[in-house]
């Protein structure tokens, strides 16, 4: 089973989060293995098995049962990691080398992608799908 | 060598002793590298026009002192002073606006600035009163049972917890406390002691005289509400209660508070105030805000602009905590 936690928290704004990745359909009919979706209530429903507002515990248990998961930058990276589960993290405008983990496989499109300013609120920047890798570059790390 | 920049905060003395302070500043045997005045008047002037004024700008030109007059946002002195805290230089020279150096202050203050000092201060007089400071600790215990190192003659370097009035510091390491009323009670006392506790020495030194003209009209501190010296006290008062903690905060996302979860066990003596007690245990933030006035310089992000941050989050957790 593998995990996949698509959104990052909702901007106040009520834009679209700019670390969301675009092309979860896509990359969902890709992958050939049971998946279950981890977020929060509001959130667009990508696979049958929605699990939403889990507590941190639920999640962690969850995470020792998957082979693996699938994230962008949100919290459950940080959770998987903290757990020592890795997985795959979907980078756009913000950077892996401050906010992710080298432990993990993390997929940023280029470093020309990221904001300049990793520091303000992400209100501030527009989301964009250019800056994010297309489905097909991800399945073979999946395969891992 | 340093770039110091010397910081004035002023209100209420254009005409008295502001042009004196101005007057020592620009005859320094030791030039500063820029004057900044930050005016916080109600009504403020442009200085310009003044004959006086005009005077002191064309000294500074002449002399190649970089100079900048300020319109403050009158909010206190702390406000002023964190500002020139965080313009980039090495160190900030703070005068009052009614404190007159004598020429060498700044020379024999930065003669004692080496790598682990955080503040050097000399003698700040106020005549006729000369209290004997020779045998005064200057530990952050006794300030309220004698009287400040700086009121007196200092024949010899001394370490100590804090200084106030007027002092040369390093920029950008310690935040002032954003948190007081705007008469900014003990603001300096705090900010040393926040240097000291950050591991610099604070140094009261000999031979760096300042006059301090003590005028009852105008300064920077001219508001008489005691509630708003009741407040900054408290505030003082619970910073030295919980001294012998390291206190933390974590107004931040749930990610960060995991992230840090892997440097809480090296910090020593936490005292935690957090946004996800499931994640991290302690006290409130409303609790923290309540306790210290002002939880910004717990804010990690900002911090990691201000340090132009390119490594990880769990390290620069690190550098803020231990």
Known sequence: ????????????????????????????????????????????????????????????????????????????????????????????????????????????????????????????????????????????HLKE | MSKILCSIATRGRYFTTLPLVLNAVINQTRPVDKLIVFDDNDEPQDMRKEMIYQYFFQMLDQKGIEWEWVYADKKGQHHIHQRANSMGYDLVW????????????????????????????????????????????????????????????????????????????RAGVCDYNLGLSRVAHREETLFTYGLHRKGYQILAVPNAVTWHMKNPQGGIRSETRREMFEHDEQIFKNVLKNRHHTIVVLNCGLGDHIVFSHVLPAISNPLVFTCYPEVIPGKSIAEAFELFGDIEPYNIYKKMDQWKWNGSLEDAYRKMYL
């Open chain 1, 1 to 140: 089973m593998i995990i996949i936690a698509p959104y990052a928290q909702k901007l106040r704004t009520g834009k679209e989060n700019p670390k969301n990745y675009p092309y979860w359909k896509e990359l969902i009919e890709m992958i050939d293995e049971p998946i279950v979706q981890v977020g929060v209530e509001g959130e667009q429903q990508l696979v049958p098995d929605f699990r939403k507002n889990l507590p941190i515990f639920e999640l962690r248990k969850l995470l020792k049962e998957c082979r693996t998961w699938i994230g962008v930058d949100s919290f459950f990276q940080h959770l998987a990691w903290d757990e020592g589960v890795l997985g795959i993290v979907l980078w756009g405008p913000s950077d892996p080398l401050i906010f992710g983990h080298p432990e993990n496989i993390n997929l940023l499109k280029d470093r020309s992608y990221l904001v300049g300013n990793q520091f303000i609120w992400w209100e501030a920047t527009e989301h964009s799908n250019d800056r994010f890798i297309k489905p097909k570059e991800i399945i073979p």
């Open chain 2, 94 to 169: 703070r005068i009052d606006d009614d404190a007159i150096p004598e020429p060498n202050v700044l020379e024999n203050l930065i003669k004692h600035f080496d790598v682990g000092v955080g503040a050097v201060g000399g003698s700040v007089l106020t005549p006729p009163y000369l209290p004997d400071t020779s045998t005064i600790s200057g530990a952050i215990d006794n300030i309220d049972s004698e009287p400040n190192i700086q009121w007196g003659k200092i024949e010899q370097v001394k370490q100590v917890e804090h200084l106030h009035c007027t002092f040369l510091y």
